[in-house]
């Protein structure tokens, strides 16, 4: 099972906007409703962020949303903050029954 | 309040076998619906999904790694076992087990995580 495509890096300024792809097939993003994202500062565990493409967990930020077309998925930061400098990775559920990452992408706040 | 803690040795040799546990609170692998994984990140590097048990006991492996793995669980003490064999400097990495959801009978969504311990392979 090959990683999920994302981008290596992303960068905005306070306030602005960004949104970070993440790339599969039909045999894991494509297939199914189980993409979630997380967000993992560091030396520090992953914490979940979105989860079933686009709903967030209690305590989540609503300036964090999900999306997903065909393919690919994307996770949509929005009022950039400090805070939100971090790696951001995507997961997906696959048709092997198996879970797949992505390789990951680091959010810098300019 | 869901916990989990892994623990296991921190420097193996290569060729040898490594053991991790992972011993959970705030949930039972006896209910219908819950999953533990196993996923590692080597310094500096991707998270890399290693495997999943389900309160059924099925198993699911990496494809890549599947010869290697074992996972098995304790649910009367509350722990997943993972051993991987062979090891190599290459699998120097973080561990981490995570809690995972399920939804339809599909382990999906790894929410709660344990802190990691960094296992190094080194003669």
């Known amino acids: 099972q090959s990683a999920l495509t994302q981008p290596a890096s992303v960068s905005g300024s306070p306030g602005q906007s960004i949104t970070i792809s993440c790339t599969g097939t039909s045999s894991d993003v494509g297939g199914y409703n189980y993409v979630s994202w997380y967000q993992q500062h560091p030396g520090k565990a992953p914490k979940v962020k979105i989860y079933d493409v686009s709903k967030r967990p209690s305590g989540v930020s609503n300036r964090f949303s999900g999306s997903k077309s065909g393919n690919t998925a994307s996770l949509t930061i929005s009022g950039l903050q400090a805070e939100d400098e971090a790696d951001y990775y995507c997961s997906s559920y696959t048709s092997r029954s198996t879970l797949v990452f992505g390789g990951g992408t680091k959010l810098t706040v300019l | 309040q869901v916990t989990l803690r892994e623990s296991g040795p921190a420097l193996v040799k290569p060729t040898q076998t490594l053991t991790l546990t992972c011993t959970f609170s705030g949930f039972s692998l006896s209910t219908s619906g819950m999953c533990v994984s196993w996923i590692r990140q080597p310094p500096g590097k991707a998270l890399e999904w290693l495997a999943l048990?389900?309160?059924?006991?099925?198993?699911y492996y990496s494809t890549s790694l599947k010869t290697r793995l074992t996972i098995s669980k304790d649910t009367s003490k509350n722990q997943v076992v993972l051993t991987m064999t062979n090891m190599d400097p290459v699998d120097t990495a973080t561990y981490y087990c995570?809690?995972?959801?399920?939804?339809?009978?599909?382990?999906?969504?790894?929410?709660?995580w344990g802190q990691g311990t960094l296992v190094t392979v080194s003669s």
């Open positions: 048990i389900d309160w059924d006991d099925e198993k």
């Open positions: 995570a809690r995972t959801r399920s939804s339809g009978g599909s382990c999906y969504l790894p929410d709660y």
